[in-house]
């Protein structure tokens, strides 16, 4: 996996869990288009994501750029984990 499709996989994520969370903004999205995220500052990699878009782009499909300012650090989720046994 490259550097671009490991970024752009982080931010499929983010963005799937992002549009479950707020669904007044997952309503603004065609369900027809081919969403491709654009981080700031990150210009070779929005370049990249475009031209990935274009390839697998199907007629009549329009492209909706989604501009992400940055990432928050990754932190856990987890409540309260216990070790019940060690081996």
């Known amino acids: 996996m490259t550097k671009f499709e490991r970024l752009n996989s ?3 994520l983010e963005f799937d869990r992002y549009v479950l969370e707020h669904p007044d903004f997952a309503g603004k999205i065609p369900s027809d288009a081919i969403v491709v995220l654009q981080l700031k500052g990150e210009d070779a990699f929005n370049k990249w994501a475009r031209n990935i878009a274009e390839l697998h782009r199907e007629e009549g499909h329009p492209l909706l750029f989604v501009q992400i300012s940055g990432l928050r650090p ?11 046994k060690s081996a």
């Open 10 to 12: 982080i931010l499929g």
């Open 74 to 84: 990754p932190r856990s989720r987890l409540i309260r984990p216990v070790i019940a």
